[in-house]
Structures are given as structure tokens and as C-alpha cells.
């Protein structure tokens, strides 16, 4: 830039108006030096600039999530204070006549502004006329997920960014009360509730036009933690409480699980966790880990060392919302770089778990479900134990809403083990229930690893695993979709490919999505998505061998493995990869 007339003028104008109105000193002095330098010349802080103003930050069926700064497109105080005022006449508008005023409670975890964020939306909500009830410190989001239930709340709101990057922050949203029938109440919006709130959100809307309460709403007891514990509790069997000695090492990842888990476990017979020192405060900097998610390489190092020095049965690390939990095993096969331990894959933890549960869950007539995205293995296994099995379209949202449901899951980490009282993935709860199975094989001489083999050895070896392709631009995720359905592959890593489902029109009861589907000849998946929150395609693989002898079952691995970087590769192929 030369010059200052380069600068777009309406862009100027909006950005110097912003500053006018930021409540928050710290955005504004950020806005306000940027503004100065795009005026100077400084073509970073223009492209910022444009960046942030590039138009408002959708509310969609995640709420919102973006980085933390000032402007429109960002997560700050301003859109916050919209989104909340936004929400509130979406409840008024349809409980204003049942009697009751609207009921929410609003929750946060440790990142940088959220306490901040979410007492503005106490301050707007209390204002518009509806009830709120603000969680007394920073918590887990599966706490708020249990509290919109547990005080039969007719919304929630948790600010948190889960495992997003620490420059991140979010604002989900729960409808539960009167907002919706059981099976979703104090699950997480979908459409087309997601529409109609965002039509109440004045994006325009003067800041200093949304009326604040100074007080008013109910900050609630330190206590509910420990109802949540309680209910949490419920999962285990009553009748195996002598079956509870593990030594487990435990990580929160520098996020909130720490305050509620170790607790838990103590509430439930097990020895109290070894908490990794590093990683056991808060702290929204997330200093030891490169991303503050389990599933990364690296994430669970410290943990892992913590648990060879200290003879650990069991590795648990949860995301920084505690909504997310990851399991890692001793593993004498994994000697070398892993140290003789291994991380458990989503699905693995998801059939080991689905499968723990289905004797009690059986008798009630419970239902197991998991995302279509995850491994069928679930479902097999469930036939077998004749437990009711459905799939779901990818996320909570839809998991959750299944009718009778007893158990859930998704691959990314995600499960619910105790939909009574949390409508929505909960690690914490989940981590109960695994170290509950593990202690129980424990008491036999078994491990995790050999439930795995005799699940193999019934079902067969299954594999799975995700390609993403990452692109520039997420108006190519379209064309490449595109590409896919006019030209979809005849083949997929050597292996015909018999059944190729466009899964926009659904298929076997399962709503449309825009994902498509192929099946070879030898049974292995592949399903391929738009990721919902990132510009890039995914690519979900999945191989089943069978074997027929424990002998067999290292061969038989090692050749599942290698078919499964086959069909990555075949599929990357495909898609021009």
C-alpha cells in the first residue's frame, strides 16, 4: 500500500465505528493501532483489517466459534452481547405466553475471555426479562450440559472453544424445558432451531443499545459440580464396586477437567488419578502442547512418560472442555518411540465402551447408536448382543436426539454414556465407565488390548482411519464434490467398488448430508464430507479382515493397516490428491 486513499473507505468507516463502540479496552486499543498503521500504509494490518470485517460471524448449528479480537467476524464482547440479546427474543418470542419466564444457564471453561463473555450474556439475558443462572466458576462443558437438565432450563449457553487452538473461543447453545421434546432436551441445537435464532440476531444492532443488568440473575451453588458427579456415578455397576483398583494417570491438557475428574473418581472407589503437574491448571496459553487436542501427536507426551515412570494401568487424557476423552494402554508391541504404550482409536474406545454397557442396557431396551461416520463395527456387535442400534449424521446433536438412547459415539473422540443426565458427549462420564471395564478386566488377568482381540476374533480385524485434504479456498470443497459424483471411482485400492451412494438423498433411514459413500467388494468404506468447520474434504476409511485364530491376529493387523494406507492413497487419488 502507498498511500491511504487505498484503503477501502467503507472499511475504515466500520472499523473506526467499531472502535467507537468496543466495550472492551483491550479489542479496541488492538482496532485502534491497526486502524493507525492500515492508514500508514501497513498492508498486514489492511488485510487484517478486511479480515475481521469480512461480514458477520455466522451462528450456525455449532453456535459460533472464531478467534478472539475485535470486528464482526471475530469471537469479542460486542458480538457476544448481540448473539445473547439475539437469543433471548428467540426464547421470549415462544415461551412468553406458557407462564414460566425463560430459564437459561450459562456456563464457561478457561480460555482468555470467557468468564467475561459469558457474564455478559448473563448481564443481557437478565435484562431482556429471562431467568439465568450463571455457573460459579469455570467448568466442563458436559457440567452445563447436566445443569440445563438438572434445573429443567429452557436454553444453555457454554463459551468455550473445546480443543480449537488457544487464539480461539465459541458459543454454544443447548435448548432443553419447554424448547424442545425429551429426546433433545439439553442436547445441542439443530435445525432448524439454528435459522431461527440466527434471524434474531441483530448484527447492526448499536452495543450500547442492548440493555445490561447490573444484576439479577442467580449464581449457581458451587454444589452442582457434585450433582453432576453424582449423577455420573449412576453409569457404574453397583454390584462391581469391589472391582475398582487401577492405577490410572490422568490429563486435562491445561483445561477445566482437572477441577471436576479426579473428584469423580474418588466419588466412585478408584484410587484419585495421578494429575500430569505440567498440565493439571488451567491455562489458556496451553504452554506444553503444540494443540491442546488428544488426538494430536505430542499432546499426551507427558502423560505417557508420567505413566511408564509410575507403572500406570491406564493413560486418560481429556480435551480442555472435558467433553472429549482419549485412552492410552500399555502395548509390548508398541516398544520404541511410543515407549510400549498406545493410544486407543475413537472407534476402538467406542465398541470397547458400547459393548461394556449393553448387558445392562439391554433389559431397558436401550439403543445404541454412533455417527454414520464411525466404524459399523458397533452395530454388529449390538446385533449380536440384541441391543437396538441406530446411525446418525455426524455430530451430538443428532446422537443425542436418538429415542431410547443408552449409549453413543463418535469417532472423534466423543461419547455418551449417561444420556439422562447429559444429553452430549461427555469424557469425563465416559472415563468412568472405561476405567470401570478396565478394572473389571483387570480382576481377570485381561487388559483393553484383549477385549479388543476377542472382539476381532468374533467380528473380525477392523481398521480405521481419515485422509483431509486441505484446501485454499472452501468454495473448492464444492468442486471437488462435484468431481466425485460425475466421475465416482470404479475401484478403491484394487477392489471393485459394489456399492457407491450419493448420501444427499439418504439412505437405510438416514437424513440427507452431503456425503458420499463407497463400498468394495471386500467390505472396506469410504466416506467422503466437506468438513463443517475447516476448508477441507474427509475422508473416513474403514478395512475389515477376518481371522480366525489369536495366532493369526498380528498378521492379520499388519495387512489390515497396510490395506487401509492403500485405500487413503486410492481415495487421495481419486479426488485429485
Known amino acids: 500500500m502507498t498511500d491511504t486513499q487505498e484503503l477501502d473507505p467503507a472499511l475504515l468507516a466500520a472499523a473506526v465505528e467499531w472502535a467507537r463502540q468496543d466495550p472492551d479496552d483491550g479489542d479496541r486499543a488492538v482496532l485502534e493501532a491497526e486502524i493507525t498503521a492500515a492508514q500508514g500504509g501497513d498492508d498486514a494490518a489492511a488485510a487484517s483489517l478486511a479480515s475481521r470485517f469480512a461480514g458477520p460471524l455466522a451462528f450456525g448449528t455449532a453456535g459460533l466459534r472464531a478467534e478472539e479480537g475485535p470486528g464482526p467476524a471475530r469471537m469479542n464482547r460486542a458480538v457476544v452481547r448481540r448473539t445473547a440479546a439475539g437469543l433471548a427474543d428467540y426464547l421470549l418470542g415462544r415461551l412468553d405466553s406458557a407462564g414460566r419466564r425463560p430459564r437459561v444457564v450459562v456456563g464457561y471453561d478457561a480460555r482468555r475471555g470467557s468468564r467475561t463473555f459469558a457474564l455478559d450474556s448473563a448481564a443481557v439475558f437478565t435484562a431482556a426479562g429471562v431467568e439465568t443462572i450463571l455457573l460459579p466458576a469455570a467448568l466442563p462443558t458436559p457440567v452445563l450440559a447436566f445443569a440445563v437438565r438438572h434445573a429443567d432450563a429452557d436454553a444453555g449457553v457454554m463459551v468455550t472453544a473445546s480443543h480449537n487452538p488457544p487464539a480461539d473461543n465459541g458459543y454454544k447453545v443447548y435448548l432443553g424445558g419447554r424448547m424442545t421434546d425429551e429426546a433433545g432436551r439439553g442436547a445441542q441445537i439443530t435445525a432448524p432451531s439454528d435459522r431461527e435464532i440466527a434471524a434474531c440476531i441483530d448484527h447492526e444492532a448499536p452495543v450500547d443499545s442492548i440493555p445490561l443488568a447490573e444484576s439479577g440473575w442467580t449464581v449457581a451453588e458451587r454444589g452442582v459440580a457434585a450433582s453432576y458427579r453424582l449423577a455420573a456415578c449412576r453409569v ?63 499432546a499426551l507426551d507427558l502423560a505417557l512418560a508420567a505413566a511408564r515412570q509410575r507403572g500406570a494401568d491406564l493413560v486418560i487424557a481429556n480435551d480442555p472442555d472435558a467433553d472429549r476423552l482419549a485412552l492410552a494402554v500399555p502395548d509390548p508391541a508398541a516398544e520404541g518411540s511410543d515407549g510400549g504404550w498406545r493410544m486407543l482409536t475413537g472407534d476402538e474406545v467406542g465398541v470397547l465402551l458400547g459393548r461394556h454397557l449393553m448387558g445392562r442396557l439391554r433389559p431397558a431396551g436401550a439403543v445404541v447408536a454412533n455417527s454414520v461416520v464411525s466404524s459399523r463395527l458397533l452395530s454388529r456387535v449390538a446385533a449380536e448382543e440384541d441391543v437396538p442400534h441406530e446411525t446418525t449424521l455426524t455430530g451430538f446433536k443428532w446422537i443425542a436426539r436418538v429415542p431410547g438412547l443408552g449409549f453413543g459415539y463418535e469417532e472423534a ?82 477392489q471393485p467398488v459394489v456399492e457407491a451412494v450419493d448420501l444427499t438423498q439418504g439412505h437405510r433411514g438416514l437424513p440427507g448430508t452431503d456425503a458420499l459413500m ?45 490395506a487401509l494406507a492403500e485405500l487413503s492413497a486410492s481415495i487421495g487419488a481419486a479426488l485429485g490428491h
Open 236 to 298: 457404574l455397576n453397583p454390584e462391581k464396586t469391589a472391582h475398582r483398583r487401577l492405577n490410572v494417570v490422568y490429563t486435562p491438557l491445561h483445561g477445566v477437567g482437572g477441577t471436576v475428574l479426579p473428584d469423580l473418581f474418588e466419588d466412585a472407589g478408584f484410587a484419585r488419578p495421578y494429575t500430569v503437574p505440567e498440565q493439571a491448571e488451567p491455562d489458556p496459553t496451553f504452554p506444553t502442547v503444540a494443540f491442546p487436542n488428544p488426538e494430536e501427536p505430542g
Open 413 to 494: 473422540l466423543g461419547y455418551c454414556t449417561a444420556p439422562d443426565s447429559v444429553r452430549d458427549k461427555d469424557g469425563m462420564t465416559a472415563a468412568l465407565v472405561a476405567a470401570e471395564l478396565a478394572a473389571e478386566l483387570a480382576d481377570e488377568g485381561k487388559t483393553l488390548l484383549d477385549a479388543l482381540d476377542e472382539i476381532a476374533l468374533r467380528f473380525g480385524v477392523t481398521a480405521t482411519g481419515q485422509l483431509s485434504v486441505r484446501v485454499a479456498d472452501s468454495t473448492l470443497l464444492d468442486s471437488m464434490m462435484t468431481r466425485l459424483r460425475l466421475d465416482p471411482p470404479a475401484a478403491l485400492a484394487g
Open 518 to 562: 463407497y463400498i468394495t467388494a471386500d467390505d472396506s468404506r469410504v466416506i467422503v464430507r466437506p468438513s463443517g468447520t475447516e476448508p477441507k474434504l474427509k475422508c473416513y476409511l474403514e478395512v475389515v479382515r477376518p481371522v480366525s485364530a489369536a495366532a493369526e491376529l498380528p498378521g492379520v493387523r499388519a495387512d489390515a493397516a497396510a
